[in-house]
């Protein structure tokens, strides 16, 4: 067992405890900076969706959900490649590729302000994207033992509601008093500020032989342990990505708040997310357990999206704000816990593949989230959208596999 006091050896080199919690540091970074790119194109709903008249685009809702989920799918369409990628080459050149690709996608999308034009340069942006989420994954599972992995990937998995913070915090104002373009530039920054970090810092963690590879077992045959947890985690992505696609729009177009005010408050909401999951990873090392957290989350999730969309049918604001913030915590809390059940369960040679495949079915039930979201509330309203969302959970709680874990050890 690796422990997190002893220096290790990498490449020639020692990697000293302090290295490993910069690797993870710049690690989150990264998934920061790409989750960043990936959501900002939903805080563009508002600009997109404002009328000519007023400066915008005139999109319809649904329409701008569409642009605004070319990035998931790019992201969505790349992710098992890049896993094999990460399996066959390692983790930092996974993340250095990935990271310029994701910056240039961005770049590009300040160029113009074409819905095709934009979204082909989303495409591009989340593309890239995907490197992040196996790699930088496996730089925690490579570097951190197994009872320290729960609280040092839900570090790590900070860095989506930490990206979704900062581009709340900034995209939605500047597109609406500067345009698209520039708002762009602020998760484009981020991107090549941390591709930079990652290549003078991360080194590939240690693995076994090379020809040990070629007689790994497909985890996949043994049982239907990591099918069930990617299911459940399928589920589990609607009600996380309806608040987080629509949960600005409904602050600035129900409640009558300025795009700057509620991208503050989503901003903050994500920041409860952060401090959600690294909860929930420091009770699974606790608890020995990784599905016993996500089988209650997903009870929460259930609960907070019910009575989020009860009070904002009903327009008892200042609680279904409350209940925003408390939800777009809640919902997130199972990702870490469900990454690290995945490496762990997929093995070195494998544990790239299988975290591309969690992602990719996460982001293609991600991607679909706001052109439908967009649909049912043109059709039903924010309320009804919110609590539709959170009947989910409820089928993702008979889906955790809690009987078929085996012991954190």
Known sequence: MTSTAAPQRAGGRTVTPARRWAMLAVSTGGQAATAAMVVAPSFLIPELHRPVAEGGHGMSLPAAGLVASAAMVGLMCTLVLWGMLVDRRGERF?????LAITAAGGAAGTLTDRPVLLAAAFLVAGAGAAATNSASGRVVV???PPERRGVAMGIRQTGQ??????????VAALAHRYGVGPALWVPTGATVVAGVLVALVVLDPPRPPHHEAQAAANPYRADTFLARVHGASML???????????GLTWLV?????SPGRAGLIVALTQVAGAAARIAAGWVSDLLGSRMRPMRAVAVLAAATMGLLGLTAATHLAPLAVLFLVVASAVTVADNGLAFTAVAERAGPFWSGRALGLQNTGQHLV???VPPLAGLT???????ATFALAGLLPLLAITLVPVAGERSVS
């Open 377 to 383: 509330i043109t059709l039903w309203g924010y309320g």
């Open 236 to 246: 589990l992505v609607v009600p996380q990505f309806a608040v987080w696609t629509f």
């Open 142 to 144: 490579g570097w951190f």
């Open 253 to 257: 177009e129900d409640l009558g708040w």
């Open 94 to 98: 996974a993340l250095i590729s990935g």
């Open 161 to 170: 509601p930490l990206g979704v913070g900062l581009a709340a915090a900034t």
């Open 366 to 368: 991600a991607a679909v």
